[in-house]
């Protein structure tokens, strides 16, 4: 049984930073790409950045140079280090696993709240 688990969300003023984990268990975490979503209250869920099990990263245009995604293979665990975070920042943040038996797995989420 897959599981994802996020952790490291919380309250953090204009221009700070966090990181994010996700840990994945019940399956080969190394061959599957892994990403992070975010969903604002009444907007849809958009990808913020995701990286393949080569390592190749894509990012969201209004993250770029703001945020960056890794994966340690060895702890099946994939991170966001966010950095200069602005209020539009704010949403719930999810992490999803892709392909896994034909089909993504996700993670219950992590609030990010950017305020000051």
């Known amino acids: 049984q897959v599981q994802v688990v996020e952790s490291g969300g919380g309250l953090v003023q204009p221009g700070g930073s966090l990181r994010l984990s996700c840990v994945v268990s019940?399956?080969?975490?190394?061959?599957?790409?892994v990403g992070w979503y975010r969903q604002a209250p009444g907007k849809q869920r958009d990808l913020v950045a995701d990286?393949?099990?080569?390592?190749?990263?894509k990012y969201a245009d209004s993250v770029k140079g703001r945020f960056t995604i890794s994966r340690d293979n060895a702890a099946s665990t994939v991170y966001l280090q966010m950095n200069s975070l602005k209020p539009e920042d704010t949403a719930v943040y999810f992490c999803?696993?892709?392909?896994?038996?034909?089909?993504?797995?996700w993670g219950q989420g992590t609030q990010v709240t950017v305020s000051s």
């Open positions: 990286i393949t099990s080569f390592g190749t990263q």
């Open positions: 019940g399956t080969i975490f190394k061959i599957y790409p």
């Open positions: 999803m696993i892709g392909g896994v038996d034909e089909r993504d797995y």
